[in-house]
């Protein structure tokens, strides 16, 4: 696979690990002081996560296309070139 990674991890992937993190230390905080889970804080995590979510899927379809472009473009010059004996 030729898709070049910026870095070690995505950003989106980094998002999602990071919003996963937060909603079990909002869980964890609810479990231990006995109240409900703070509203507001869990629907910005919960939408973080479902944004990180939607670009990880839209980056790996980008990804798909480009190396299919590619593939097809080094099919299409192989054929076109004549073999020389």
């Known amino acids: 696979?030729?898709?070049?990674?910026?870095?070690?991890?995505?950003?989106?992937?980094?998002?999602?690990?990071?919003?996963?993190?937060?909603?079990?230390?909002?869980?964890?905080?609810?479990l231990k002081s006995g109240q409900e889970l703070p509203l507001w804080p869990a629907i910005a995590v919960a939408l973080v996560n479902i944004v990180a979510a939607g670009k990880i899927i839209f980056d790996v379809k980008k990804a798909k296309k480009l190396q299919q472009q590619q593939q097809a473009g080094a099919a299409n010059a192989s054929a076109a070139k004549p073999v020389r004996r």
């Open 1 to 30: 696979m030729n898709y070049r990674q910026d870095g070690f991890i995505s950003f989106a992937a980094m998002s999602i690990l990071v919003g996963g993190l937060a909603f079990a230390g909002l869980l964890l905080y609810g």
